[in-house]
T-cell receptor, first 115, second 113 residues
Framework: EPEVTQTPSHQVTQMGQEVILRCVPISNHLYFYWYRQILGQKVEFLVSFYNNEISEKSEIFDDQFSVERPDGSNFTLKIRSTKLEDSAMYFCASSQSSYSNQPQHFGDGTRLSIL | GESVGLHLPTLSVQEGDNSIINCAYS??????FIWYKQESGKGPQFIIDIRSNMDKRQGQRVTVLLNKTVKHLSLQIAATQPGDSAVYFC????????????FGKGTHLIIQP
């Protein structure tokens, strides 16, 4: 069964450094998402992406965040000048369509630890 | 406040019994709901979904019930197995387009032998 893959599984970064998290969505999916989950808390929406542009973003997704689809398979989340509170699991998801009956499928996440 | 929440943080059931996990939502405009299962160290895994024009949907060993009158969603798991142990999240989608999902806090389902 096709799946969303994310790399790396764990990223340790010094505060203030830039980090790029990578995702390969399911190949025939057109909508891509990033979510984060702080330890012990619920999953929170960050951003959605379609047709090479951001479709929706939450208030969490401020100017330090950016997303990109650099080629036909990868989808990246960049965090500039990381802060301690950016430590979390970051999940990528994709869906075939934005219509209500198309579920979002998630990868296993990247654990980001900011020191 | 949160638009999606769960009544119980932990639910413990005997192996073989049925379990029911509940979820409340507050936004009557939500038109799509999903249940996800999250095992330790893994991402949310899709279980079953339901649209607001339905009140029941069945999958393999799972049933989702939607009561729009009281804004309540439940997940029923029949004949629970050890592999069902996980945290279960309900999530809602507001409107059309590429909206993100709004997740509840999760219920930890523990299967006792």
């Amino acid at each position: 069964e096709p799946e969303v893959t994310q790399t790396p599984s764990h990223q340790v970064t010094q505060m203030g450094q830039e980090v790029i998290l990578r995702c390969v969505p399911i190949s025939n999916h057109l909508y891509f998402y990033w979510y984060r989950q702080i330890l012990g808390q619920k999953v929170e929406f960050l951003v959605s992406f379609y047709n090479n542009e951001i479709s929706e973003k939450s208030e969490i997704f401020d100017d330090q965040f950016s997303v990109e689809r650099p080629d036909g398979s990868n989808f990246t989340l960049k965090i500039r000048s990381t802060k301690l509170e950016d430590s979390a699991m970051y999940f990528c998801a994709s869906s075939q369509s934005s219509y209500s009956n198309q579920p979002q499928h998630f990868g296993d996440g990247t654990r980001l630890s900011i020191l | 406040g949160e638009s999606v929440g769960l009544h119980l943080p932990t639910l413990s059931v005997q192996e073989g019994d049925n379990s029911i996990i509940n979820c409340a939502y507050s936004n009557s405009a939500s038109d799509y709901f999903i249940w996800y299962k999250q095992e330790s160290g893994k991402g949310p895994q899709f279980i079953i979904d339901i649209r607001s024009n339905m009140d029941k949907r069945q999958g393999q060993r799972v049933t989702v019930l939607l009561n729009k009158t009281v804004k309540h969603l439940s997940l029923q798991i029949a004949a629970t197995q050890p592999g069902d142990s996980a945290v279960y999240f309900c999530a809602e989608k507001l409107g059309g387009g590429a909206d993100g999902l709004t997740f509840g806090k999760g219920t930890h389902l523990i299967i006792q032998p």
